[in-house]
């Protein structure tokens, strides 16, 4: 199997006819000496979000710093749109930001440093950049949190307001790494709603990296799936099934659809469950999630079935 | 009419050490200020204290050779400050080391320096202006370098100013962006090490944290955004050491020896004071919003 799946092609264009925001060609990455990533293929096209799903260990932050150019690759090639100002143009969203409660910096100060924190000299207030930085805190619905020390605020919220700096240099592409990390159920869902909003009203590319595909089930257009610096990738069910994530893994991988939910189990040895042939084998998928390293703990059924609506 | 006397004593305001006094606690406080708030943002108190500490060095030294102490103080912390980044491990632990034992070696030649100066030369005090400084001792042909210092630094942090607060905010926000956090760190660096020789040069080399980090921490309890800490920090700093001014004026006629009690004691108090203040008032104000 390729590193980019037969029914996968990175290079299949995008079902909206968008422009890709970014091309990620046969891309190779090593960090300290270790080959992190080893051909990965994949494109993002514009106003559509990608999930980026893998364990820990598999490459996603790594992956993200190279297109972001803080990483040296190896070799492959990175394309990403230019912006309105010819620049590269990414929104980033960190992993982990941890903002001191102390900070004397209210969301409406860290938006605006999304827009202008490169420039030199002292900011001047303007009515103008007041009005952009307000428009970009509705479209996170965070306008009531516009004053607010951003130290102060629940992750959740935190989270918009980041979203909200990243999109205040007018990206064409915006990555996140792992924001649905560390939120709690109805933050998660709102969150990964609210991505989805963005990409398809502002025109942007979204690559949001995860280790649980569910939250993103309802919002994702495709998903690149990383094991070990390989990716497939594709639509859902074209790269979720038990066939092409074997082939990945190079062992044995069930993928259970429950309660709309996609439960993901790598075995340890081939077989060593006993429904290596498929999930429509085995008899109870509930006790197959005991086994579930990816997809997290089951919860109630708040993901509606996959697709959009 | 009689308390106002008594606090603004006659020739207080006619006092031309006084007036020279005024004028360097006004410059100090107002570079202290926004140095300060991003030296409290980034955690970067401890060397903050650390070129403090070389300071006296300087300042030791400058008496060894009869120039003006303000350049010792300066020429030790930009040497501190560069010392720092060429040791700069990214690490926050080794960082903190490898200052702790430079700073423990400054103060240790300051020593020697101080010993040097009040065995070979009759002066005595020497060790006290160095350590504990004194406004009033600031002379006249000082004001135009204190002056200068003070712009340099300030427009220095005025430059990098967008930068500097996104990447002590968060530095992945800020490589995000691009930016690189050498040359921005350097120019707050050496911003830090000019504004820590104003502070010796005002309440003395080992105390001179005291307005660069009590003003801003004080500001951060307050203001909810960056240019108001900044704003803060500039008022309490500027109070602080205009009323310190005033009432080591007032002490002459203090006991014990009638000579006037030392001008730092006065406005490290004042700016611890302003710090519990604020501290309780926020304490309050939080208990308010949870009832």
């Given at each position: 199997m390729t590193t980019s799946g037969e029914p996968a092609s990175a290079q299949a264009p995008a079902p909206s006819g968008e422009p890709p925001a970014l091309e990620v060609e046969d891309l190779w990455a090593r960090l300290s000496g270790h080959e992190?990533?080893?051909g990965v293929s994949f494109s993002v096209a514009a106003g559509s979000l990608t999930g980026l799903i893998g364990e820990n260990g598999a490459g996603k932050t790594t992956l993200l710093r190279a297109i972001l150019g803080l990483l040296p690759i190896s070799s492959g090639e990175v394309r990403v749109a230019r912006g309105h100002l010819g620049r590269r143009s990414i929104g980033y969203v960190p992993q982990k930001v941890v903002l001191d409660p102390d900070l004397p910096v209210r969301a409406r100060d860290l938006v605006e440093l999304g827009a202008?924190?490169?420039?030199?000299g002292i900011p001047m207030r303007s009515s103008a950049k007041r009005a952009f930085v307000d428009q970009l805190l509705q479209a996170v619905d965070a306008s009531h949190l516009a004053d607010a020390r951003v130290g102060a605020l629940s992750g959740g919220e935190q989270q918009r307001v980041l979203i909200a700096h990243a999109l205040a240099s007018q990206p064409e592409l915006l990555l996140l790494d792992e924001p649905l990390a560390s939120l709690d159920p109805r933050s998660t869902q709102e969150t990964a709603s609210l991505l989805g909003r963005i990409a398809r009203e502002r025109k942007v590319g979204v690559l949001l990296s995860t280790h649980d595909i569910n939250p993103l089930l309802p919002v994702m257009d495709r998903v690149v799936y990383l094991a070990a610096g390989r990716a497939v990738s594709g639509r859902t069910e074209e790269v979720v099934r038990s066939d092409v994530l074997s082939a990945l893994y190079h062992h044995h991988v069930d993928v259970f659809h429950a309660h709309g939910r996609v439960l993901v189990s790598v075995g340890e040895?081939?077989?060593?469950?006993?429904?290596?042939?498929?999930?429509?084998?085995?008899?109870?998928?509930q006790s197959a999630s005991v086994e579930n390293?990816?997809?997290?703990p089951p919860r109630a059924a708040t993901v509606a079935g996959p697709g959009r609506p | 009419m009689s308390i106002l006397h008594a606090i603004f004593q006659p020739g207080l305001f006619s006092n031309s050490s006084v007036q020279d006094a005024a004028i360097v606690g006004a410059v100090v406080a107002l570079v202290c200020a926004p140095v300060g708030v991003f030296t409290v943002v980034r955690g970067q108190s401890f060397a903050g204290h650390a070129f403090a500490d070389i300071t006296a060095t300087g300042g030791s030294a400058a008496f060894l050779l009869g120039v003006s102490p303000l350049l010792g103080f300066v020429v030790m912390a930009l040497a501190g400050a560069s010392a720092t980044e060429l040791l700069g491990t990214e690490r926050q632990r080794g960082r903190d080391l490898a200052t702790g034992v430079v700073l423990g070696a400054g103060l240790g030649l300051s020593a020697l320096l101080l010993y040097l100066t009040t065995t070979t030369q009759s002066t005595t005090g020497a060790a006290v202006t160095v350590l504990?400084?004194?406004?009033?001792?600031?002379?006249?042909?000082?004001l135009p370098l204190v002056i200068g210092f003070g712009v340099s630094a300030l427009f220095l942090v005025g430059l990098v100013y967008r930068p500097l607060l996104l990447s002590s905010i968060n530095p992945d926000l800020a490589s995000a962006q691009g930016l690189g956090h050498r040359a921005v760190g350097l120019i707050y660096m050496v911003s830090l090490a000019l504004s820590v020789a104003l502070s010796a040069l005002t309440i003395g080399a080992i105390l001179s944290t005291a307005l660069l980090i009590g003003p801003a921490a004080t500001a951060l309890r307050l203001a909810k955004s960056p240019g108001r800490a900044i704003a803060c920090a500039a008022l309490i700093g500027v109070a602080a050491t205009w009323a310190g001014i005033v009432l080591a004026y007032d002490s002459y006629n203090w006991p014990p020896a009638q000579q006037g009690w030392p001008v730092s004691f006065f406005v490290v108090s004042l700016v611890l004071a302003a710090y519990l203040l604020a501290q309780l008032t926020g304490r309050r104000a939080r208990q308010g919003q949870a009832q």
């Open positions: 992190i990533l080893r202008d924190g490169r420039r030199l040895e081939e077989g060593e469950q006993g429904c290596e042939r498929g999930p429509d084998d085995c008899a109870d998928p390293a990816v997809a997290g | 504990f400084g004194s406004i009033f001792a600031v002379s006249t042909s000082t």
